[in-house]
């Protein structure tokens, strides 16, 4: 036997880890991450230029209130499961107390749950919009706009509910079981944080 015959011709296969890259960066769910930021950032683009488009208080305000609540619910109940795989709920238990729900799916090969881009997305604007309304919060203490002032709170306060729920359901917090689970996980919640998924 020669050389030549004894060795055999080796093929890399560089398509798994191309289209791992590939997955990483795209954008699976594009309706989900534009609405994800669409109605915040109307929501400050509208606060920004009321003042100069419309002299009624109450019209700028009931807008910026409908934004921010269209906001919280399609962050709360579709954007955060689709991007990131969490979920959480309030509710109240027979005995009338407040009961906080938290659900994080199990990434698994072939799952339906957002890539690293979309992650970022979410996360980014989870958190980046809180900040731009605090700042609005004090521009407008410091510059005695009160009734903008009331605009304000509102408008943290739903954001900062969103941002607080991920956030709980990111390091694995708990505090009630929901009546049934098998609609998002089909399984008990993760309880360990080092489990669910990464911020950024």
């Not at 036997?1 to 769910?29: C, G, N, P, Q, Y």
């Not at 090969?109 to 980046?128: D, H, P, S």
């Not at 510059?143 to 729920?165: E, H, M, P, R």
């Amino acid at each position: 036997m020669t050389m030549a015959d004894e060795t055999e011709d080796v093929e890399l296969d560089f398509t798994d880890e191309e289209d791992r890259l590939r997955r990483s960066a795209a954008i699976r769910h594009p309706f989900a991450s534009f609405f994800h930021l669409f109605f915040r950032v109307v929501a400050i683009v509208v606060y920004l230029l009321c003042e100069w488009v419309s002299k009624s208080f109450t019209s700028c305000f009931v807008l910026i209130i409908t934004l921010l609540s269209f906001d919280f619910w399609s962050v709360k109940n579709v954007t955060g499961r689709l991007l990131v795989g969490l979920r959480w709920w309030n509710q109240i238990d027979e005995d009338g107390k407040s009961l906080w729900v938290f659900e994080a799916k199990k990434t698994s090969r072939g799952q339906n749950i957002g890539t690293e881009t979309e992650a970022r997305i979410f996360w980014l604007g989870l958190i980046i919009c809180p900040l731009i309304w605090t700042f609005f919060f004090f521009t407008s203490l410091f510059s005695l706009k009160i009734k903008w002032l009331s605009l304000v709170v509102a408008s943290i306060s739903f954001q900062a509910a969103n941002l607080y729920g991920y956030l709980r359901c990111k390091a694995g917090g708990q505090e009630g079981q929901p009546p049934h689970t098998s609609s998002f996980t089909g399984q008990r919640f993760l309880q360990r944080p080092d489990i669910i998924f990464g911020i950024l």
